[in-house]
């Protein structure tokens, strides 16, 4: 522990002047001592005064703090420890940042549901896994032994009840350039694939799988060359919002990991804290010693602060 001692030397010559007769130097020192009794009184209260204050920053009437017991408060309710460790303004500051940190999460993850619902409604508007079974019938089925797309005709039915999907990933598995297996409609891996791929920009209304497909032309080939570059637009704007809502939940990804280290945080901080509150101390000592002639004692003040 650092400490740092003063010593007070109470009633040793106020005022002194020096003069060139020793006898009136002390004649002098003893006219200041005359009331020496007086002054004790006075100088005994303020020291009794201050020993009081002394028992009580060493923990005699007052109970001490406990570090593991500020850890847990804070570690609930970040800045808690710190106000239980007598740092109001700490404590403030930890509990400000916690109110924030879930006031951003909160408002970005909501954002980002709102941004899904939008991009996802798009989708279902705009892109048909029925085109993307006939553009895999049409430029890719001969490439491997899997049998035809099985399409329903009945188009009253929504397109992802008119295909069967085993079909669609038996002929995804055959081709080496394809990367992915479309998953089943309404999960959050089929949002994402079919703005993410270019395997999947013929299933979009503004792009034409089929075309005047001609079987005679050297279409066949020409598309399984060009569909990686010719990216639809409405692949391109939904792949856009897909990626800012992405983008939303990130940021509320980050508020989360600001509001866990601030938990952590907080919760050494309120122990280290209540540490410091037990070290610290203020001793006082008293004691009487010789005065600079030896012949007479005065009170002497040693004050200590430990921290």
Known sequence: MEKIKYIMLLLL????????????????????????DVIEYHTGSFLNNMENTSAVNNGNNVSRKSPLLAAVMSAAVPGAGE???????????????????????FHYDSRGDDQTARFERYANQNWDVTKYAQWLNIYWLDLTSASP??????????????????????????????????????????YELIGKYPQYTRGWEDSDPIGNFNPDDN???????AYFDDISEMFSFYSSKRGYANTLYSRAHTAAVAVFLNHFISAFHAAYLAHSFNQTHLAIDIENRDDIYGDRLVPVVKLQVGF
């Open 13 to 36: 010559l106020p005022s002194v002047s020096l003069a060139t007769d020793p006898e009136d130097t002390r004649e002098h020192i003893n006219h200041m001592i005359f009331d020496r």
């Open 83 to 105: 106000v239980y460790a007598g740092r109001w303004w700490r404590g403030l500051a930890h509990f400000g940042l916690e109110v924030t940190s879930w006031a951003f999460y």
């Open 149 to 190: 797309i099985t399409i329903d005709p009945d188009e009253s039915k929504n397109p992802w009840e008119r295909v069967n999907w085993s079909e669609i990933h038996a002929i995804e598995a055959a081709i080496a350039q394809f990367s992915h297996r479309l998953e089943p409609f309404d999960t959050q891996q089929y």
């Open 219 to 225: 279409e066949i080939q020409a598309e399984r060359n």
